[in-house]
């Protein structure tokens, strides 16, 4: 029990560092969702942002994310993207999260 609320705790200290992070670095028009009980968010991007050409960026600086198409089967949300909010937000993570806002505001 102790060990479960200890992480928990990291998680939601990481979960509200990379939301501030997405509202600072994305841009206007972004909204989040924040399912219940997971280390995950959904963005919804600008219409005219493309998340799985985003997607396909990312992978090549080694950002993985995963684009909105995945999660259904008549390829809707084609400008959502689920991010990790699961790990520390270091330095690496700080850099993913800017350059992830720039590629979505230049698209």
Same mark, same amino acid.
């Given at each position: 029990?102790r060990h479960l609320? !200890?992480?928990?705790?990291?998680?939601?200290?990481?979960?509200?560092a990379a939301r501030?992070?997405?509202? *600072?670095?994305?841009?206007?028009? =972004?909204?989040?969702?924040?399912? %219940?009980?997971?280390?995950?968010?959904?963005?919804?991007?600008?219409? &005219?942002?493309?998340?799985?050409?985003? !997607?396909?960026?990312?992978?090549? !600086? &080694?950002? @993985? =994310?995963?684009?909105?198409?995945?999660? @259904?089967?008549?390829? *809707?949300?084609?400008?959502?993207?689920?991010?990790?909010?699961? !790990?520390p937000v270091d330095? *690496?993570? %700080?850099?993913?999260?800017?350059?992830?806002?720039?590629?979505?505001?230049? @698209?």
């Open positions: 029990d609320r !200890h992480l928990r705790g990291e998680l939601e200290t990481q979960h509200q501030g992070l997405i509202q *600072r670095y994305f841009p206007p028009g =972004t909204r989040m969702t924040e399912p %219940k009980g997971g280390y995950f968010v959904w963005l919804e991007l600008p219409p &005219s942002v493309d998340a799985l050409a985003v !997607h396909q960026q990312a992978m090549a !600086h &080694s950002i @993985s =994310t995963a684009p909105g198409v995945l999660f @259904s089967a008549d390829r *809707r949300f084609t400008h959502h993207l689920r991010l990790n909010v699961g !790990h330095d *690496r993570f %700080k850099r993913a999260v800017r350059w992830l806002g720039t590629a979505v505001a230049t @698209s």
